[in-house]
């Protein structure tokens, strides 16, 4: 479980495609610190599991079902990408809780500027549009934000200039792909309430 706070802006070191997968080499010296075989870390919001550590360069493999659903795909080498560990048991959730299962991509549409900070829009899959809401939270990339607008298509968030300076959506322009989390939280009402939906209260 993550925060949707990034930790890190690490890069892609290097790419290795295989069958029906990619094996991803990423440098990212402060999330590497402790890092060992067969734990998590978030790239772009995506959890991934270390297979190999050594200089503050880690390695994990991304499974097709992985690079079909999200845009860890188009990653190459020299690609900057948000990091973050796990959050631990007793620790401050700052963000918000992220799963790291990305749900869906969207595209950035556009930016709009501010005198510190700029609103972004961002496209939404239609089969995601009925979990983001006005103020809830979603992930972007791996990045907790609050939703500012929310539309059947598109959504919009506020980026401070922390977020601009520290994470890969201060550099993305319009007509690039990010991941997209949706709150976890609002899929389980859902799928808990449906049942019940058409029943009368007594």
């Keep these: 479980m993550f925060t949707g706070i990034v930790e890190e802006l690490g890069e892609v070191v290097a790419v290795e495609r295989l069958a029906r997968a990619a094996r991803l080499r990423v440098r990212g010296p402060k999330v590497a610190a402790d890092a060992r075989h067969g734990d998590s870390i978030a790239v772009n919001g995506v959890c991934l599991t270390v297979t190999e550590v050594a200089d503050g360069v880690f390695t994990a493999d991304v499974m097709d079902e ?66 983001v809401v006005e103020k809830g939270s979603v992930a972007v990339d791996g990045v907790s934000l609050t939703v500012v607008e929310a539309t059947d298509t598109w959504f919009s968030v506020s980026l401070i200039p922390t977020t601009l300076d520290l994470t890969t959506l201060g550099r993305k322009q319009p007509g690039e792909t990010v991941n997209l989390e949706v709150d976890v939280v609002a899929k389980y009402v859902e799928k808990l309430a449906v049942p019940y939906a058409g029943e009368s209260r007594s």
């Design 66 to 131: 992985t690079l079909r659903r999200t845009c860890l795909g188009e990653l190459t080498p020299g690609s900057p990408v948000n990091l973050e560990r796990p959050v631990r048991f007793g620790g401050r959730l700052d963000g918000h809780l992220v799963q790291g299962h990305v749900d869906g991509t969207g595209q950035i549409l556009e930016r709009i500027p501010g005198e510190r900070w700029q609103v972004v829009r961002i496209s939404l899959p239609p089969r995601l549009a009925r979990y």
